[in-house]
């Protein structure tokens, strides 16, 4: 089946340093991505949606300055957390969709990363 | 606004027990309706997809209904194992949008 890497699984990291978070689809080519963002016993929130060679599209409320999101490939998109600080600390999903023109087909999720913000 | 809940939000079965779990939303202009599991502490892994034209899906001992009319969805879990213990994410992806609208989830926990 379809497979989605996400690294790091885990990061810990001094309050005003940056961090970055790779999604890559393993063995598909994925032309959407997604970034959620996850609480704890809460269900996922979408940050934005990264479509490859474009910019990314951000929900309302987020900051596009702080959450960076690059989709330079049809394998690999990636989430910036900028100047973090510990009110960033939280759990980030990335998800991928092969080809958002048929609409049937599922979207697959990464293992996610617990992001920890000293 | 597509809106999803999911009843109830937390479930507790002794093992061997058959379980449904509920999903509602509020707009029958849907794609499809997916179920997901999310162990703790890690992503979503998809259980079964239903298109809008379908009535249910069954993939093992999991069986997912969709009544798009009525706009619900059930998740029926046969023989439930501890291993089945989890949080149960129902979403939708509406018509027009490449986007998931999900649930809360129902938490799920089989007892040996």
């Known amino acids: 089946g379809a497979v989605v890497s996400q690294h790091p699984s885990w990061v810990i990291c001094k309050s005003g340093t940056s961090v970055k978070i790779e999604c890559r689809s393993l063995?598909?080519?994925?032309?959407?991505m997604f970034w959620y963002r996850q609480f704890p016993k809460q269900s996922l929130m979408l940050m934005a949606t990264?479509?490859?060679?474009?910019?990314?599209?951000?929900e309302q409320g987020v900051e596009k300055d702080k959450f960076l999101i690059n989709h330079a490939s049809l394998t690999l998109s990636t989430l910036t957390v900028t100047s973090a600080h510990p009110e960033d600390s939280s759990f980030y999903i990335c998800?991928?969709?092969?080809?958002?023109?048929?609409?049937?087909?599922?979207?697959?999720f990464g293992d996610g990363t617990r992001l920890s913000i000293l | 606004k597509q809106e999803v809940t999911q009843i109830p939000a937390a479930l507790s079965v002794p093992e061997g027990e058959n379980l449904v779990l509920n999903c509602s939303f509020t707009?029958?202009?849907?794609?499809?309706l997916q179920w997901f599991r999310q162990d703790p502490g890690k992503g979503l892994t998809s259980l079964l997809l239903?298109?809008?034209?379908?009535r249910e899906q069954t993939s093992g001992r999991l069986n997912a209904s969709l009544d798009k009319s009525s706009g619900r969805s059930t998740l029926y879990i046969a023989a439930s194992q501890p291993g089945d213990s989890a949080t149960y994410l129902c979403?939708?992806?509406?018509?027009?949008?490449?986007?998931?609208?999900f649930g809360k989830g129902t938490k799920l926990t089989v007892n040996p």
């Open positions: 707009d029958s202009a849907i794609y499809n």
């Open positions: 990264s479509n490859e060679g474009s910019k990314a599209t951000y």
């Open positions: 979403a939708v992806r509406p018509r027009g949008s490449e986007k998931l609208v």
């Open positions: 063995d598909f080519q994925a032309t959407t």
């Open positions: 239903i298109q809008s034209s379908q």
């Open positions: 998800s991928a969709l092969g080809d958002r023109a048929r609409v049937n087909q599922p979207q697959h």
